[in-house]
């Protein structure tokens, strides 16, 4: 997370045969012999929302990623009351709804899984409330809609809108002509970039330590993972829990050796294994 605390995301368990045994749940083997099967459990839960908010956000309030967020743009007129500024709006609206947006675009595709979040249309809403140009721009920050687009009198006189980004506070003009290609191609842009920005900050906030001083050194003064070996023995588990409040987060397929002793009691290691605090 932001804060360099772990989080659990969506569940997954390894339950073994604890609850077959409990519930006696068996199957019959290929030597007649009845067994226990083996359990696990995935789950994706409203946590994730609780990561998305966390990972994400500032102090303006949610920043969400496009591919997710339930409105996309919300475009803003301003002056709207002058002749023709809602009217433009409205019909920018119906041009952007047409449009596909195509997420996976060079990405490796795999025919036979189509994401339904890979092709979308663009989900966009006019904000004609009687509310003021500064008002509705704070709610859209505050709700972390990716897109605002402003449009007035005077950019009507010069064809054009400006597009403003939620992510990086970044504002562009563009001709009303191209504001269909263009939404769609800063969705993608913003959704890659915000994605980049967080595996930047989680691998910035990721340390390695080869023994228990610098592995408690490192705890004591940052946030974020350490990197560590492990004998695999859960009495160093136990210990490292006790002593630092730290936990063993995810042990990784891609392993690598950054020493050949476990961090904790110097025996020789197993595995490499990502340590935090966690929520
Ligand atoms: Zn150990």
């Known amino acids: 997370m932001h804060d360099g605390k772990a989080l659990q995301s969506g569940t997954s368990h390894n339950f073994g045969d604890g609850f077959a045994k409990a519930f006696e749940i068996q199957y019959t083997d290929k030597e007649n012999k009845l067994q226990y099967v083996h359990q696990t459990s995935w789950g994706v839960t409203t946590r994730l ?115 403003v980004r939620r992510d990086t506070a970044e504002k562009i003009e563009c001709s009303l002509e191209d504001a269909p290609a263009k939404a769609a191609e800063l969705l993608v842009t913003i959704q890659s970039e915000m994605l980049e920005r967080a595996r930047t900050h989680r691998d910035a906030h990721t340390y390695e330590a080869k023994d228990y001083d610098e592995f408690v050194k490192t705890f004591n003064e940052k946030s974020g993972f350490v990197k560590a070996m492990w004998c695999g023995d859960q009495a160093c588990e136990e210990k490292i829990k006790e002593e630092l409040s730290v936990t063993s987060r995810c042990m990784p397929f891609n392993q690598e050796t950054l020493a050949d002793t476990c961090v904790c009691c110097g025996k020789p290691a197993q595995k490499m294994v990502y340590w935090g605090r966690a929520y």
């Not at 966390?54 to 967020?69: E, F, T, W, Y």
């Not at 809403?125 to 704070?138: L, M, Q």
């Open 49 to 163: 929302i609780g990561a998305i908010i966390m990972v994400h956000g500032d102090d303006s309030g949610l920043k969400l990623p496009p591919r997710i967020a339930p409105t996309q743009i919300r475009i803003i007129p301003i002056r709207q009351q002058a002749e023709g500024v809602l009217d433009a709006a409205r019909d920018l609206a119906a041009k952007l709804q047409a449009v596909n947006v195509d997420y996976a675009a060079g990405a490796a595709q795999d025919a036979n899984r189509t994401h339904s979040l890979d092709l979308q249309p663009i989900r966009v809403k006019v904000d004609d409330s009687d509310k003021t140009p500064g008002w509705k721009f704070s709610e859209c920050e505050m709700r972390g809609i990716p897109l605002r687009i402003e449009i007035g009198p005077k950019d009507l006189e010069a064809g054009k809108c400006v597009f």
